[in-house]
């Protein structure tokens, strides 16, 4: 992948996506987890829908026990070590 590429493919994601999918993973509740961030239902549904198609994997079995797949599983993994790193990348900078 072209540097070019790798820029666009960057440019359309978004942390929220991230934490949308950890706490529907944790929650195994699309609803519980849009009462949990405080947001509408169809956010979170929209945050799932768009990092599915931006990986291009399935990561839920089906929408009513949201189980993970075997995609899911590992991508919970990476998931939580993105978020990790972008909390943390802050208590490294200087406060202004």
Do not use: C, Y
Request: glycine letters at 4%.
């Amino acid at each position: 992948m072209t540097s070019t590429n790798q820029d666009q493919v960057i440019r359309q994601f978004t942390a929220r996506w991230l934490v949308s999918f950890l706490t529907v993973a944790e929650m195994q509740s699309l609803t519980a987890a849009a009462n949990h961030l405080r947001v509408h239902r169809s956010n979170v549904s929209r945050d799932i829908d768009a990092l599915e198609r931006w990986l291009g994997r399935v990561l839920f079995r089906d929408n009513v026990t949201f189980e993970l797949t075997e995609d899911g599983k590992r991508f919970r993994e990476t998931a939580q070590t993105m978020t990790s790193m972008l909390i943390h990348s802050r208590s490294g900078l200087p406060i202004s």
